[in-house]
């Protein structure tokens, strides 16, 4: 069975620093790995998926994420932290010939200026 | 503009009344989705469709209901057997990797 697992409920982060919200999955096979940002009564926002290939993911925003293979992580990072990153944000997992996408429980990110 | 289109914004249900969500999309995706968010427990997938008049149950179907009688529209029905539907909603769409979602249905009981 898939899963995912964001550890953390809460990150906080001063702006200007850099960020990391941490991510690991568990799925038979390759995966298929995803970034979603949500704002408050809003839907989701895509910021950057894995399929393949590189293992540093760039996505929107400035947002990036590394994929692990031996770690089984996915970790989103981001150089400099801005207030208007203050969301929260949801991993998720695919394997390769799934249909369901799989998701974490999600983390806060509050950045204070 | 394409996307998916989710209605209402808000919705109030009664105890023992059935309701009915609205999911549209014009991306021509083939497979739609509906999800259930939770405060802290993530998004977990209600029902799934991957072709018109075709769909599954996902981890938490009891309760629900869906239709695909056209490739567009995937209507999610919370039933009186839900006991507790309070919840937010949200429907998604997919082709090849991609996944949109719509903004969302905020449901609760009174």
């Known amino acids: 069975a898939q899963s995912v697992a964001q550890p953390e409920d809460q990150v906080n982060v001063a702006e200007g620093n850099p960020l990391t919200v941490k991510c690991t999955y568990s799925?038979?096979?390759?995966?298929?790995l995803f970034w979603y940002v949500q704002y408050p009564n809003r839907g989701l926002q895509f910021l950057l998926k894995?399929?393949?290939?590189?293992?540093l993911v760039k996505g929107s925003y400035g947002f990036e994420a590394e994929f692990n293979k031996s770690q089984t992580s996915f970790h989103l990072k981001k150089p400099s932290a801005l207030v208007s990153d203050s969301a929260l944000y949801f991993c998720?997992?695919?394997?390769?010939?799934?249909?369901?996408?799989?998701f974490g429980a999600g983390t806060i990110l509050r950045v204070k200026s | 503009d394409g996307g998916i289109t989710q209605s209402p914004k808000y919705l109030f249900r009664k105890e023992g009344q059935n309701v009915t969500l609205s999911c549209e999309q014009n991306?021509?995706?083939?497979?739609m989705y509906w999800y259930r968010q939770d405060p802290g427990q993530g998004l977990r997938l209600i029902y799934y469709?991957?072709?018109?008049?075709?769909?599954q149950k996902g981890d938490i179907a009891e309760g629900y209901s869906v239709s695909r009688e056209k490739k567009e529209s995937f209507p999610l029905t919370v039933t009186s057997a839900q006991k507790n539907p309070t919840a937010f909603y949200l429907c998604?769409?997919?082709?090849?990797?991609?996944?949109?979602f719509g903004s969302g249905t905020r449901l609760t009981v009174v």
């Open positions: 998604a769409s997919k082709q090849s990797y991609g996944y949109t």
């Open positions: 991306l021509n995706h083939d497979a």
């Open positions: 894995y399929i393949t290939g590189d293992n």
């Open positions: 469709s991957q072709i018109v008049n075709d769909f």
């Open positions: 998720a997992v695919r394997g390769k010939y799934g249909n369901k996408l799989v």
């Open positions: 799925v038979s096979g390759n995966p298929y």
